[in-house]
Nanobody
Framework: EVQLVESGGGLVQPGGPLLLSCAASGFTFSIYSMMWVRQAPGKGLEWVSG?????????TYADSVKGRFTIYRDNAKNTLYLQMNNLKPEDTAVYYC?????WGQGTQVTVSS
């Protein structure tokens, strides 16, 4: 059974950092590309970032987060990460990791003073 469990969300002040994690199980993590997607209150899903399989050499970002967020993976730990820096109130959302048709339960990120 494929499982994706996000963690690391919380309340942070504007300009602060957060590190999100997504622990994966039930599939061969290293051979799949992965992505982060978010949903802000009252809005639809927004793709945030993606990383290629294997060593994750290919990484892509939405323009809204480029230069502030970094996606990376640790295949030995079957874990996907999203390092978020210089957070803005508009980054407030539930963040989900995704592989193929599978989704985690999400982790809430709230950016507010």
């Amino acid at each position: 059974e494929v499982q994706l469990v996000e963690s690391g969300g919380g309340l942070v002040q504007p300009g602060g950092p957060l590190l999100l994690s997504c622990a994966a199980s039930g599939f061969t993590f290293s051979i799949y590309s992965m992505m982060w997607v978010r949903q802000a209150p009252g809005k639809g899903l927004e793709w945030v970032s993606g990383i290629s399989n294997g060593n994750g050499i290919s990484r892509t970002y939405a323009d809204s987060v480029k230069g502030r967020f970094t996606i990376y993976r640790d295949n030995a730990k079957n874990t996907l990460y999203l390092q978020m820096n210089n957070l803005k109130p508009e980054d407030t959302a539930v963040y989900y990791c995704n592989v193929d048709q599978y989704w985690g339960q999400g982790t809430q990120v709230t950016v507010s003073s």
